[in-house]
């Protein structure tokens, strides 16, 4: 059974950075895509970024573009997002994704990130 345990949100200033990161177990991950979704109160879930496991291809939302980086470490069976330049807006709960075919069918419980201004 796959599992993914986020951690590293926090309460961080604007223009600080966090580095978010997802243990993900269950698996060997062959095949996967990796991904972080956010949910800001009142608003739908939203795609910040991905992954791919084998080939470490990356894909970002084009408002995290340029702060945001993924990663993944194969041997640890870690993701990580590492967000610099943050600003309020980026403050959600963050999931940790994982698909093998077109939806993402595992999910993590979130971390929270928040911005103060």
């Known amino acids: 059974q796959v599992q993914l345990v986020e951690s590293g949100g926090g309460l961080v200033q604007t223009g600080g950075s966090l580095r978010l990161s997802c243990a993900a177990s269950?698996?060997?991950?062959?095949?996967?895509?990796m991904a972080w979704f956010r949910q800001a109160p009142g608003k739908e879930r939203e795609f910040v970024s991905s992954i791919t496991w084998n080939g470490g291809i990356t894909y970002y939302a084009d408002s995290v573009k340029g702060r945001f980086s993924i990663s993944r470490d194969k041997f640890k069976k870690m993701v990580s997002l590492q967000m610099n330049s943050l600003k309020p807006e980026d403050t959600a709960l963050y999931y940790c994704?994982?698909?093998?075919?077109?939806?993402?069918?595992?999910w993590g419980q979130g971390t929270q990130v928040t911005v103060s201004s």
């Open positions: 269950g698996g060997t991950f062959s095949g996967y895509t």
């Open positions: 994704a994982a698909r093998v075919r077109t939806s993402y069918q595992y």
